[in-house]
Structure formats: C-alpha cells, structure tokens
C-alpha cells in the first residue's frame, strides 16, 4: 500500500510522535528528513487576485487548510514551520485542530477570549496556575465576565453553579502545585445535562489545561473536554528552549481562534515552533516514560523519609485520588501514565517548615548538580521549587495557610538524570535542617 492510501493511525503512537504526517500541505518537504525552519514575516504574492483570494481563504471553514496548501501571506495569519506544529499537537491530543501562540498564557487567553463575552460567566476550579488564576481574577471582571472559582474535585458542585450566563469550565488536572485530580467525565455529564436544556449557540464550553499530564498521559478531549490548553514552554518542548503555547480544540472553533491570533497577536514564532516539532514532540514518549519511573522512585523515596510529612504523585496508591488517576491517566496503549510531577510537605509546624524549607531550596542552589532550583517544569532537568518562600514568600504564614499554600510544600518536576543522583542530592539537603 503507498503511503497516499494509508492512514497514520495504524502506526502506534510513539511512531508517530516522531514522523507526524506521511505529507504535510504546509510544505512540500519530501526530500527533507527534518521539517524546514522557515523565516519570512510576509510571503510573495504572484498576482493582487492570488493576495485577495488569501483574505478570502483565510479562517475560512469553506477552505480546510489542513488538506490543502494555504495561500501564504503574512506569518500572524499562517505559517508554515508553526502549522506542521499543529497538525501534529492536534493528531496527540485527538482533537480536530491545533492553533499555537507564543506563549501558554496567550493559548489561554485565546481560548477563554473566543468563548466569554461580557455579561457570561466562567466557573473554573479554584486552584490554578498562578497567571491563569490572575487572568480569571484581575482581567475577565474588567471585561464584564463573571468567575466562579469553585472546588471541581466535586463536580455535582455544577449542578448548583451552572445558570443561564455559565459559557465555560475552566480546569487543571492534576492541579499546579499540588497535584489534585479533577474527573473530567465527570464535569463533562454535568454539563452534557446543562447543555440538554440550551440552544447549541447558548452551549457551555469544558476548557482543560492539560501541560502537567501531556497527551502522553491523558487525553482530556477524548475524556469529555471541548479544548485542551498547553504550555509548550514545559513538557512538550521538553528542554526548556523556547516559550510557546498551543490551543487544540474542534473544527467549529478553528476560524475564531485563527482570527482571534490575528487579531490580538501573539503567534507562536517559526523559530519557537521548530524545537518542539523537531525535538520535543518526538522525544516525548521517551522522556515521559524514564521520567515517570524516576518519579516513582523519587516519590517511595520521600514517602519513605523521616522529614517528610507526605507526598502527593498520582502513581502512590497513598493519593487521595489514586483510582480516578487509574481511571484517566493512561499513555496511547492504556498504561497506567502518573506523570512527572510531585509534590511533597516537610515535617514541623508551618512556621518550621517553611523555614525548612527555605533551607533545602538555598542548600539545594549551591549544592546540587542533579537538583535546579526554578520555576518552569517538564524538563530534561529536574527542577525543584518552595512556593511559600519563593512566589508566596510576601504572604504571612496564616495567609498562606489561607491561601491553601502549604508552608512546608515543595514541588519537583522530574528531569532525566540518575534517579540515585535525584535521590542523593535531596537526601543531602534534607540532612542540613535535622
Ligand atoms: C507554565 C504554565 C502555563 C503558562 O504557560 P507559559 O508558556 O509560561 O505562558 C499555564 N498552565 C500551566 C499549568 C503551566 O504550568
């Protein structure tokens, strides 16, 4: 059988994480192992009828640009490295289509931009990213959208939420940082029965923020979700690179979301497209599985220690949410997949802790090779961060207790390294505050 008559989902997951499309429209790159690198802010036009019909073509659900080659025009419109990006999130996440933005932040804001309008109202789990979370509180209100922060981990709570101006549902699971799981079939019947009673223009929207768990490990859209968000900066970029970000979501929103970007701006850049395409996406399998059984390792380990209070990974059978994990967090072949991300809590009383902790994170700065103190997560790197005495430090104890902000709380990403040297590193640094 030529390759014209065969469809890539024969081929296993991993597969085609690595080649993508048999063909792409965006570029006739046949002779090409690696997809081209392109770099032109605006493109050629052969004649002012070719330029019109570009206009024309454009956002057009008339014209599927993932079948036939679009008519090039400027890059905030199309571009060619960034939409074999695209087609390609699109076909991991099993959704219709992908449109990429420079940041995670902008792929959000694009994705909440399309659905609310003022006088709507967004009800979204109270525990978020820290920049989604002062999108949804300083932002949207401006704008005249109501935010319901509410606790999803119970979805009945939508039964009472949802009124007439509910337009969207807005979640992470697992939870940043402290990995609580959100059941998306669930909040998907829940809204399957809202939904029931409206007109299909008037329906609501279940938008889910899946850069924690990657499609190696859940596939939100598959689970009930209308839109999946990502962080390219983190997993899928994988090396810490480049910022970007990535909406995927159905067919009927594509020309929104295309125009939105046009609009507002904010594409993700050719040159941000091309690590993730060339070298994120296909090594994401590889990465996720050897980081998942570090993770494992790493997380026994810390249940294991004198100076840890508990830990928080999907994988322990000691999560609260062990079997909804079981139940979503699978990789293409139905593999239990708990990701690479955990969370634990020292030892002590909050005001101990958090200076325990403060302790760990400056031994761990001067100290570990293994260990990298930041922000960011999904690297090859493991990277480890202290929120009460780095982004919440301005915040009292009692406040951060308030705030759900564990004083003694630490989260770790983890990266590629030995797991004994993981291990080894923050057995040392625990050593320094006995
Ligand atoms: C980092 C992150 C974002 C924002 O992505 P940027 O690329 O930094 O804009 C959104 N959601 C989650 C869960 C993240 O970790």
């Given at each position: 059988?030529?390759?014209?008559?065969?469809?890539?989902?024969?081929?296993?997951?991993?597969?085609?994480?690595?080649?993508?499309?048999?063909?792409?429209?965006?570029?006739?790159?046949?002779?090409?192992?690696?997809?081209?690198?392109?770099?032109?802010?605006?493109?050629?036009?052969?004649?002012?009828?070719?330029?019109?019909?570009?206009?024309?073509?454009?956002?057009?659900?008339?014209?599927?640009?993932?079948?036939?080659?679009?008519?090039?025009?400027?890059?905030?419109?199309?571009?060619?490295?960034?939409?074999?990006?695209?087609?390609?999130?699109?076909?991991?996440?099993?959704?219709?289509?992908?449109?990429?933005?420079?940041?995670?932040?902008?792929?959000?804001?694009?994705?909440?931009?399309?659905?609310?309008?003022?006088?709507?109202?967004?009800?979204?789990?109270?525990?978020?990213?820290?920049?989604?979370?002062?999108?949804?509180?300083?932002?949207?209100?401006?704008?005249?959208?109501?935010?319901?922060?509410?606790?999803?981990?119970?979805?009945?709570?939508?039964?009472?939420?949802?009124?007439?101006?509910?337009?969207?549902?807005?979640?992470?699971?697992?939870?940043?940082?402290?990995?609580?799981?959100?059941?998306?079939?669930?909040?998907?019947?829940?809204?399957?029965?809202?939904?029931?009673?409206?007109?299909?223009?008037?329906?609501?929207?279940?938008?889910?923020?899946?850069?924690?768990?990657?499609?190696?490990?859940?596939?939100?859209?598959?689970?009930?979700?209308?839109?999946?968000?990502?962080?390219?900066?983190?997993?899928?970029?994988?090396?810490?690179?480049?910022?970007?970000?990535?909406?995927?979501?159905?067919?009927?929103?594509?020309?929104?979301?295309?125009?939105?970007?046009?609009?507002?701006?904010?594409?993700?850049?050719?040159?941000?497209?091309?690590?993730?395409?060339?070298?994120?996406?296909?090594?994401?399998?590889?990465?996720?599985?050897?980081?998942?059984?570090?993770?494992?390792?790493?997380?026994?380990f810390l249940e294991g220690h004198p100076a840890v209070a508990s830990v928080r990974y999907p994988g322990l059978p000691s999560h609260p949410q062990h079997q909804l994990a079981r139940k979503q967090m699978l990789d293409a072949d139905g593999v239990f997949a708990p990701g690479i991300m955990l969370y634990f809590v020292l030892k002590g009383s909050p005001e101990e802790a958090r200076e325990a902790g403060r302790k760990i994170m400056n031994h761990i700065a001067s100290h570990a090779l293994?260990?990298?103190?930041?922000?960011?997560?999904?690297?090859?790197?493991?990277?480890?961060?202290?929120?009460?005495?780095?982004?919440?430090?301005?915040?009292?104890?009692?406040?951060?207790?308030?705030?759900?902000?564990?004083?003694?709380?630490?989260?770790?990403?983890?990266?590629?390294?030995?797991?004994?040297?993981?291990?080894?590193?923050?057995?040392?640094?625990?050593?320094?505050?006995?």
């Amino acid at each position: 059988m030529s390759k014209d008559q065969k469809n890539e989902r024969e081929y296993q997951r991993e597969t085609r994480l690595i080649h993508g499309k048999f063909h792409s429209p965006h570029w006739d790159y046949k002779d090409h192992m690696v997809p081209p690198m392109s770099s032109s802010a605006a493109y050629r036009l052969e004649s002012a009828e070719r330029g019109a019909q570009g206009f024309i073509e454009f956002a057009n659900p008339q014209y599927d640009r993932h079948k036939e080659p679009p008519i090039l025009i400027y890059d905030r419109l199309e571009e060619p490295s960034r939409s074999m990006l695209e087609d390609n999130l699109a076909e991991v996440e099993e959704g219709d289509c992908a449109v990429c933005f420079a940041t995670g932040m902008a792929a959000i804001s694009a994705a909440l931009g399309v659905l609310l309008k003022t006088g709507d109202t967004l009800i979204a789990h109270h525990t978020l990213y820290g920049c989604t979370y002062s999108l949804l509180t300083r932002w949207l209100p401006r704008y005249g959208i109501n935010v319901k922060m509410v606790d999803l981990k119970d979805p009945s709570i939508l039964e009472k939420e949802i009124d007439k101006t509910a337009r969207a549902i807005y979640l992470e699971t697992p939870t940043n940082p402290t990995l609580e799981l959100i059941d998306i079939g669930a909040v998907r019947h829940a809204v399957d029965k809202a939904n029931a009673q409206r007109e299909p223009s008037s329906r609501i929207f279940v938008v889910v923020d899946n850069t924690f768990a990657t499609p190696y490990c859940q596939r939100p859209l598959v689970l009930g979700a209308d839109v999946v968000c990502h962080s390219l900066t983190k997993n899928i970029g994988g090396f810490g690179t480049d910022m970007g970000g990535a909406w995927i979501g159905p067919s009927s929103l594509e020309s929104d979301v295309l125009m939105y970007r046009k609009d507002f701006g904010a594409p993700l850049s050719s040159k941000s497209a091309w690590p993730p395409l060339v070298y994120g996406l296909p090594t994401l399998a590889l990465r996720t599985r050897r980081q998942m059984e570090t993770a494992m390792k790493v997380a026994r380990f810390l249940e294991g220690h004198p100076a840890v209070a508990s830990v928080r990974y999907p994988g322990l059978p000691s999560h609260p949410q062990h079997q909804l994990a079981r139940k979503q967090m699978l990789d293409a072949d139905g593999v239990f997949a708990p990701g690479i991300m955990l969370y634990f809590v020292l030892k002590g009383s909050p005001e101990e802790a958090r200076e325990a902790g403060r302790k760990i994170m400056n031994h761990i700065a001067s100290h570990a090779l293994s260990l990298t103190l930041a922000v960011s997560l999904g690297n090859i790197r493991t990277l480890i961060e202290h929120p009460a005495s780095m982004t919440h430090a301005p915040l009292p104890v009692a406040a951060q207790l308030e705030a759900g902000i564990d004083p003694g709380g630490i989260r770790i990403s983890i990266g590629l390294e030995a797991p004994q040297d993981i291990m080894g590193d923050l057995e040392e640094a625990f050593s320094t505050v006995k």
